[in-house]
């Protein structure tokens, strides 16, 4: 069973910085496209980043030059380093693939105060 587990959310300041991490079990993923995804407050999920399995990577423009998604083949595992963190960042952050063809996991709560 193909399973997704977010972790490494928080309370950070804004200006301030979190790593994430997705570990995922069950098949490999390294040939699938990976996102990441973000659930704000009132809003539909939306794709934040991607990463091929090539490493080649793409941003909403929301986040672009502050947030870089990267990729352990070996560990089966995606990240997201967020940088400069804006209040307007808070929500729930879910990895998947591109397409959200796997079932979500919980997801992780990252809240950035002002």
């Known amino acids: 069973q193909v399973q997704l587990v977010e972790s490494g959310g928080g309370l950070v300041q804004a200006g301030g910085s979190l790593r994430l991490s997705c570990a995922a079990s069950g098949r490999s993923f390294s040939t699938s496209i990976m996102g990441w995804y973000r659930r704000a407050p009132g809003k539909q999920r939306e794709l934040v980043a991607f990463?091929?399995?090539?490493?080649?990577?793409d941003y909403a423009d929301s986040v672009k030059g502050r947030f870089t998604i990267s990729r352990d083949n070996a560990k089966n595992t995606v990240y997201l380093q967020m940088n400069s963190l804006k209040p307007e960042d808070t929500g729930v952050y879910y990895c998947?693939?591109?397409?959200?063809?796997?079932?979500w996991g919980q997801g992780t709560q990252v809240t950035v105060s002002s």
């Open positions: 998947n693939t591109k397409y959200g063809l796997e079932a």
């Open positions: 990463i091929t399995s090539g490493g080649s990577t």
